[in-house]
């Protein structure tokens, strides 16, 4: 081996790894000299703002992190004529999400981080399924891959070598510690409901459609349940950041010369559990969480702009107001 070259490493071994939800060796090894005594400089998708304003909060970056699972959904049986939870297809994707995330948080773990912030999720279907209604009832590979950026802030609660993984920006950690909050889990759960002959055929007058809305409606139920439970798993008080998305598809029925068409409903929801830092306060007890917050998120996106809400506008402007005595206080050391 010559010098500056890694060591061989066990590739099937590796690959055992990785086929029971762990992270290839190659990754482990890296992730060990980015944390280590001999650190390198390391990219992150955080901005200057967000790093300075987690800087001020006392978040050190330490490494960029990811987690990926490339899933293939199985051949199910026919669902046609039937309304309710396709739980087969819901575990599916799922599934896929919890491999991601264990991923993202076993990396986590290696750089001995107390949170991960400013995790970016996406999805996307590799393979189209080749039969059925949606195209999306069994056969197709689903791919989920998540991003964030490691970081050490000893005053976020958690159990030892347990990381809190968050889709927060630099500005929403830091507008949410001014306040005496902290993260406390992420929140992930997805439903996949079918209804049948809800749509089409013969309508006369002007009117809403109860049943696609009842359906969609039951679809949204079933996931913010779940919601609910997992926050109160985290002992949250609050969900914040929600990122809720919503799939609804036309379907044929499947019988031939029916006029009525089935309803497929795709729901997926995302958010960060948060409550009272317990130094900060006295943590309020509650049995179910009694708000969830569907906050914009300040500088995810450069198209976002906030117009209406004065608390946003308030909590932006104090935040460019703490970056500008970051960068100040830069300049002058």
Same mark, same amino acid.
């Given at each position: 081996?010559?010098?500056?070259?890694?060591?061989?490493?066990?590739?099937?071994?590796? =690959?055992?790894?990785?086929?029971?939800?762990?992270?290839?060796?190659?990754?482990?090894?890296?992730?060990?000299?980015?944390?280590?005594?001999?650190?390198?400089?390391?990219?992150?998708?955080?901005?200057?703002?967000?790093?300075?304003?987690?800087?001020?909060?006392?978040?050190?970056?330490?490494?960029?992190?990811?987690?990926?699972?490339?899933?293939? #959904?199985?051949?199910?049986?026919?669902?046609?004529?039937?309304?309710?939870?396709?739980?087969?297809?819901?575990?599916?994707?799922?599934?896929?999400?919890?491999?991601?995330?264990?991923?993202?948080?076993?990396?986590?773990?290696?750089?001995? /981080?107390?949170?991960? #912030?400013?995790?970016?999720?996406?999805?996307?279907?590799?393979?189209?399924?080749?039969?059925?209604?949606?195209?999306?009832?069994?056969?197709?590979?689903?791919?989920?891959?998540? #991003?964030?950026?490691? #970081?050490?802030?000893?005053?976020?609660?958690? /159990?030892?070598?347990?990381?809190?993984?968050?889709?927060?920006?630099?500005?929403?950690?830091?507008?949410?510690?001014?306040?005496?909050?902290?993260?406390?889990?992420?929140?992930?759960?997805?439903?996949?409901?079918?209804?049948?002959?809800?749509?089409?055929?013969?309508?006369?007058?002007?009117?809403?459609?109860?049943?696609?809305?009842?359906?969609?409606?039951?679809?949204?139920?079933?996931?913010?349940?779940?919601?609910?439970?997992?926050?109160?798993?985290?002992?949250?008080?609050?969900?914040?950041?929600?990122?809720?998305?919503?799939?609804?598809?036309?379907?044929?029925?499947?019988?031939?010369?029916?006029?009525?068409?089935?309803?497929?409903?795709?729901?997926?929801?995302?958010?960060?559990?948060?409550?009272?830092?317990?130094?900060? /306060?006295?943590?309020?007890?509650?049995?179910?969480?009694?708000?969830?917050?569907?906050?914009?998120?300040?500088?995810?996106?450069?198209?976002?702009?906030?117009?209406?809400?004065?608390?946003?506008?308030?909590?932006?402007?104090?935040?460019?107001?703490?970056?500008?005595?970051? =960068?100040?206080?830069?300049?002058?050391?």
């Amino acid at each position: 081996m010559g010098p500056g070259q890694r060591p061989r490493i066990d590739l099937r071994a590796s =690959l055992a790894h990785v086929e029971q939800g762990g992270i290839p060796l190659r990754a482990r090894e890296r992730l060990a000299e980015e944390a280590g005594p001999n650190r390198r400089l390391f990219t992150s998708d955080l901005s200057v703002a967000e790093f300075l304003l987690a800087r001020d909060v006392r978040c050190e970056p330490i490494s960029q992190v990811m987690g990926s699972s490339i899933f293939h #959904v199985g051949q199910i049986d026919d669902y046609k004529g039937s309304t309710g939870e396709i739980t087969v297809l819901s575990d599916a994707h799922r599934q896929v999400r919890q491999r991601a995330l264990s991923r993202l948080f076993q990396e986590a773990i290696c750089v001995g /981080a107390d949170a991960v #912030v400013g995790a970016r999720l996406e999805e996307r279907m590799i393979t189209m399924g080749a039969r059925g209604k949606g195209g999306d009832d069994g056969g197709e590979v689903l791919e989920f891959t998540v #991003v964030g950026t490691a #970081v050490r802030a000893p005053w976020i609660t958690h /159990a030892p070598g347990q990381p809190i993984v968050t889709d927060l920006s630099g500005q929403d950690l830091w507008a949410l510690a001014q306040d005496g909050y902290e993260p406390c889990g992420f929140l992930y759960e997805f439903c996949q409901y079918h209804a049948h002959h809800v749509v089409g055929g013969q309508y006369s007058g002007i009117g809403e459609l109860s049943k696609p809305h009842h359906a969609i409606d039951t679809a949204r139920t079933i996931v913010a349940q779940k919601i609910h439970r997992q926050a109160q798993y985290f002992q949250a008080e609050f969900v914040v950041g929600s990122d809720i998305s919503f799939d609804v598809r036309e379907v044929p029925c499947g019988f031939e010369g029916c006029e009525l068409n089935d309803l497929d409903v795709k729901v997926s929801w995302f958010g960060t559990a948060i409550r009272r830092i317990p130094q900060a /306060a006295q943590r309020l007890q509650a049995d179910i969480p009694p708000l969830i917050l569907s906050m914009m998120p300040l500088g995810k996106a450069q198209d976002i702009r906030i117009d209406a809400e004065e608390d946003s506008d308030d909590i932006e402007r104090a935040a460019e107001e703490a970056v500008e005595m970051a =960068l100040e206080a830069e300049e002058a050391q």
